[in-house]
């Protein structure tokens, strides 16, 4: 028999975040799992390497804490009302890559599943873009449940 311990779900605030949260916290329930609810602030990007040298670091550290306590708001406001009295909460707000951020979060924290939704993209848009979700599939120590986006009736 599976059993799951340690939820990890992952977002980044879309709409196919949400629905991937209603799977996680089913999931969590079914299981009495704790669930942890996982952010990661990317870095900043810069068009242009020559803007990086306009911005301060401490600009950027500002931009980093400014966007973790958003997140944190979101999260409070968002996902936590959502999973009503049961305990066995908690949330991570990370900084870096994405993708690297939660698989080492993964790995250290010993978590059973990941719970993440994609975003869809195919041909040029995924090649440049990439695929955090696709990262984490291919490199978790843990299964990687992906929650893919509805598709749009034509």
Partial sequence: ????SKIAFCTDFSE???QAFDLA?????????????????PPLVFPSPVMEDFISEQASIQFTED???????????GYLPKIGDYRQVFIRILSGHPATEILNFVEQEKVDLVVMGTHGLT??????????AE????????????????????
């Fill in 16 to 18: 196919n975040a949400d």
């Fill in 25 to 41: 916290l089913d999931l969590t329930l079914k299981y009495q799992a704790q669930l942890i609810l996982l952010h990661v602030v």
């Fill in 123 to 132: 041909g040029l848009a995924h090649f440049f873009l990439g695929s955090t």
């Fill in 67 to 77: 966007a973790g306590r958003r997140a944190m708001e979101q999260m409070e406001k």
């Fill in 1 to 4: 028999m599976v059993t799951v």
């Fill in 135 to 154: 990262k984490v599939v291919r490199r978790a120590t843990c299964s990687v449940l992906t929650v893919h986006p509805p598709q749009k009736k034509s």
